[in-house]
């Protein structure tokens, strides 16, 4: 899993509220069990018509946000049914951060497992960095993991809360794999221990 430190980017902004993970990838995608190649399905019913042709009034389909990196969106975002691709897709398009009032908690805990970072702020921010996307290309919104803040592109600065350890995962790139790895030489330990007094094992 990558790290995430630091952020700069396009924040594509989306203020529907109760954006839910079929809205995110449709069911008709979940049949893969990789987590590359669903970025291009990301929110499919509301990027495409029903011939595959884009609909140009949906924001990541518009020239300022094709290449954005963060999403600024309206209450409860991620609800619906838990489905791990949701987060998937949204790496696999490069989203790696959403700011939002609220997610739905699955949700919200598979972001940390898949190295994207979801910030809730108050609704008073999140509207100020909504009208900051709004702007396109030229704003900027720039998240510090390590300090816990995200700035809007005239510099004003919010601060979020986290918890300690999953801050610690994405400081560091370490999914449930990555934890557990971290403990490799205990483990190797362990196994020859047992391997000595229980042979037969």
Same mark, same amino acid.
């Given at each position: 899993?990558?790290?995430?430190?630091?952020?700069?980017?396009?924040a594509a902004p989306m203020p529907l509220v109760n954006i839910d993970t079929d809205m995110i990838i449709p069911k008709q995608f979940l049949k893969t069990?990789?987590?590359? %190649?669903? %970025?291009?399905?990301? $929110?499919?019913?509301?990027?495409?018509?029903?011939?595959?042709?884009?609909?140009?009034?949906?924001?990541?389909?518009?020239?300022?946000?094709?290449?954005?990196?963060?999403?600024?969106?309206?209450?409860?975002?991620?609800?619906?049914?838990?489905?791990?691709?949701?987060?998937? =897709?949204?790496?696999? $398009?490069?989203?790696?951060?959403?700011?939002?009032?609220? $997610?739905?908690?699955? $949700?919200?805990?598979?972001?940390?497992?898949?190295?994207?970072?979801?910030?809730?702020?108050?609704?008073?921010?999140?509207?100020?960095?909504?009208?900051? =996307?709004?702007?396109?290309?030229? =704003?900027?919104?720039?998240?510090?993991?390590? =300090?816990?803040?995200?700035?809007?592109?005239?510099?004003?600065?919010?601060?979020?809360?986290?918890?300690?350890?999953?801050?610690?995962?994405?400081?560091?790139?370490?999914?449930?794999?990555?934890?557990?790895?971290?403990?490799?030489?205990?483990?190797?330990?362990?196994?020859a221990k047992t391997r000595m007094s229980r042979p037969w094992a």
């Amino acid at each position: 899993m990558d790290r995430f430190t630091t952020l700069t980017g396009v924040a594509a902004p989306m203020p529907l509220v109760n954006i839910d993970t079929d809205m995110i990838i449709p069911k008709q995608f979940l049949k893969t069990i990789k987590r590359t %190649g669903l %970025g291009k399905n990301l $929110f499919d019913e509301m990027r495409y018509e029903a011939d595959g042709s884009e609909k140009p009034d949906f924001v990541l389909n518009q020239p300022a946000y094709r290449n954005a990196e963060i999403i600024v969106a309206g209450d409860n975002f991620g609800c619906g049914s838990s489905r791990e691709h949701a987060p998937w =897709a949204l790496l696999d $398009f490069g989203i790696r951060c959403v700011v939002s009032t609220s $997610f739905a908690d699955i $949700f919200y805990n598979n972001c940390f497992k898949n190295g994207i970072l979801p910030i809730a702020l108050p609704q008073e921010q999140v509207d100020r960095l909504m009208d900051d =996307a709004r702007r396109g290309s030229n =704003a900027r919104i720039t998240v510090d993991l390590e =300090a816990q803040t995200v700035s809007a592109s005239d510099g004003e600065v919010f601060h979020f809360e986290i918890d300690p350890f999953r801050k610690h995962c994405l400081l560091n790139g370490l999914d449930d794999i990555g934890l557990t790895l971290e403990n490799a030489g205990d483990i190797d330990a362990y196994e020859a221990k047992t391997r000595m007094s229980r042979p037969w094992a």
